[in-house]
């Protein structure tokens, strides 16, 4: 058992970054946490995606006669993608937050649910005597 | 002239990617007129390069595209069969369509500065879902699938006349969209690891031999929720209401008829394609989760529909409804029951186009739209009321709209399969359509105007030109149903096939 968790603890590490990604993702209600917890979310991925390129005792693919045995590079090269996706994810949140920011006043979910609420109640009862 | 066209595969992708940075160089002539040109010359490319690809390979079959011309599996291919061929149709359709009616309500919504960079999100949006649904290769899917929705994130942020309630729908978009891609992520390494390939018929080939591997099951669960996600299948549909309702109008009805059902796709390629039924609990999952989700989705969506005061929400929750009946469809997972999917993913765009786009022109007199303030407008706007209330009956699916098509396709699939009881719940699903088309029809038509409005004009002929085309093309494909039909068999037939 012991030995299961040792041989495979990048993997179990990757699980345990997942789980606290998507945890702060769903129970945080600030807007910046859960953009945070988006990112550790992402960056699992991304792990999960090198440790399943990694051969062991593996070099690098770049053809010098000397090694044999070379880790897969197609798996980096995916990443590569999914880093920049992530980023552009990660600007375009933040940005809409500070829009948010500028015209809510506020970045906690309850508030901004609440002054919301407000706003679709005055337009109903401004059009609706 | 041979050669260009043997290049279309990639073209019809290409062509709106380079467009987009194109675009943002009418910014130094302030030229708003001319990047609106721009992107309607490209949606017209696209429509044009789709139809040659639908005939193309009604003709001649499967088109497989090398890039670069690497041979597949290792190089990128964009592989296009009968499916993705009427999936780009629509897409591209819509756009062709939705574009021309877009330039009045974009410059009456969308600050004039701000107009230009709309245009080139919107092109790179289109280049998505187009390059979403060509490509043969998954992790490709996935690079397509987070540029359509980065981009119409920020599409949706925009907002009519800067709504800043567009602003949270938006984050809540990226929020669970994000989430859902990155679930589909997952998934596929899982099947990567396993297979060590991505190109898509190879996976499926490879798939065949590993039914009892753990990480295929788990890569299966990964992959399908995060599609369900994207797809807006019940109870995953939390951010769809709230997008279509701020959206400005004309993303509106180019993300409602076209976004979902470019999600719908990819689920039907990797359900039927990519894991075939390899394993015993694939056609377990359709029957008892996928059905059970696709009938509450078209009791919530519906009922949520009736209690809407806001139209454009009424439409929304109407959509999570609709998107119930096509996954419906799949979960019936027999050949009628496919071909009313792949039928409803072509009659819905029409359908929601329609009405979306009469919401638009309602948005550009009115502005606010609730039951409240259209009170009365049917004797005002009389064009484009009976035009929503002509989509509204194809809604319904009263016999000669293509609405009627696929529900009665969909009846026929579920009763070669005996399950005689859904069959008054789909009844029941399309007498509470009545009931919140009735709504709409009732204020405009029977109350009186609000004292305190002005009197409204009907919109230009420029709105209503497109908008009566859509509705013409809900009665015409409703009564010409050959092609259609023939289309959307022959697709259900290559999905339960086992040949490629």
Redesign the interface.
């Known amino acids: 058992m012991l030995e299961a968790i040792f041989n495979h603890y990048n993997y179990w590490l990757i699980i345990f970054l997942m789980m606290t990604g998507l945890y702060i993702v769903v129970s945080r209600g600030n807007l910046i946490k859960k953009i945070v917890g988006l990112n550790i979310f992402q960056t699992s991925v991304f792990l999960l995606y090198i440790t399943i390129g990694k051969v062991n005792d593996g070099t690098a693919p770049i053809l010098t006669g000397k090694s044999e045995i070379f880790s897969n590079p197609l798996p980096h090269v995916l990443i590569l993608t999914a880093i920049v996706v992530g980023i552009s994810t990660t600007a375009l949140g933040l940005a809409l937050v500070v829009r948010i920011r500028e015209s809510y006043g506020t970045i906690e979910e309850e508030d901004i649910l609440v002054s919301e609420g407000h706003q679709t109640e005055m337009e109903l009862n401004k059009i609706q005597p | 002239m041979t050669n260009w066209l043997h290049h279309i595969p990639i073209l019809i992708v290409a062509v709106p990617l380079i467009s987009a940075p194109i675009c943002i160089l009418f910014t130094f002539g302030a030229n708003r007129k001319a990047a609106w040109f721009w992107t309607l010359l490209v949606s017209w490319f696209a429509f044009l390069c789709s139809i040659y690809l639908l005939n193309h390979v009604l003709e001649n079959g499967i088109i497989s595209y090398h890039l670069g011309s690497w041979e597949p599996p290792l190089g990128i291919e964009y592989r296009i069969d009968l499916i993705n061929a009427f999936v780009l149709l629509i897409v591209s359709g819509i756009s062709a369509i939705a574009i021309p009616f877009g330039r009045l309500v974009v410059d009456k919504e969308i600050e004039p500065d701000r107009q230009i960079l709309f245009y080139t999100t919107y092109l790179l949006c289109l280049t998505g879902l187009l390059g979403v649904t060509i490509t043969g290769d998954a992790?490709n899917i996935?690079?397509f699938l987070?540029i359509s929705s980065?981009s119409s994130?920020?599409l949706i942020?925009m907002g009519v006349r800067s709504d800043?309630?567009a602003?949270?729908a938006?984050?809540n978009y990226?929020?669970l969209g994000?989430?859902g891609?990155?679930f589909f992520?997952?998934g596929l390494?899982f099947l990567?690891?396993v297979t060590g390939t991505l190109n898509i018929m190879d996976l499926s080939d490879r798939l065949t031999h590993l039914a009892d591997n753990k990480a295929v099951h788990a890569g299966y669960a990964f992959i399908i929720i995060g599609l369900a996600l994207k797809v807006a299948l019940f109870p995953m549909h939390v951010w769809l209401p709230n997008s279509y309702t701020y959206a400005p109008s004309l993303i509106s009805i180019f993300l409602a008829a076209t976004a979902t059902k470019v999600s719908i796709y990819v689920l039907l390629r990797f359900l039927f394609k990519v894991f075939g039924f390899s394993f015993d609990f694939i056609p377990l999952t359709l029957t008892f989760i996928f059905l059970p989700l696709a009938i509450t989705a078209i009791f919530f969506g519906s009922v949520g529909a009736i209690y809407q005061?806001n139209i454009k929400r009424l439409f929304a929750y109407s959509s999570v409804a609709q998107i119930g009946y096509i996954v419906m469809g799949i979960a019936l997972s027999n050949t009628i029951g496919l071909t009313a999917a792949v039928l409803h993913i072509f009659n819905h765009a029409l359908i929601k186009g329609a009405i979306f786009m009469a919401a638009g022109c309602l948005v550009f007199r009115v502005g606010?739209l609730?039951t409240?303030?259209i009170r009365g407008l049917g004797k005002e706007m009389p064009w484009t009321f009976a035009a929503l209330v002509l989509a509204g009956l194809s809604l319904i699916g009263i016999p000669t709209t293509v609405g009627f098509i696929s529900k009665w396709y969909l009846l026929l699939g579920i009763m070669e399969n005996g399950w005689w009881p859904i069959i008054p719940l789909i009844v029941i699903g399309s007498l509470l359509a009545v009931v919140y088309m009735w709504k709409i029809i009732e204020a405009a038509y029977f109350f009186q105007a609000?004292q305190d409005r002005a009197p409204v004009k009907e919109v230009p002929l420029e709105l209503l030109i497109p908008l009566w085309v859509l509705v013409g093309c809900n009665f015409y494909f409703g009564i010409q149903t050959e092609i259609t039909i023939r289309i959307a068999k022959e697709a259900a037939t290559i999905l339960l096939g086992n040949s490629p």
């Open positions: 992790f996935f690079v987070e980065l994130y920020v942020a800043r309630r602003l949270t938006a984050y990226l929020i994000t989430v891609a990155t992520v997952i390494g990567y690891m005061t606010k609730t409240y303030t609000p």
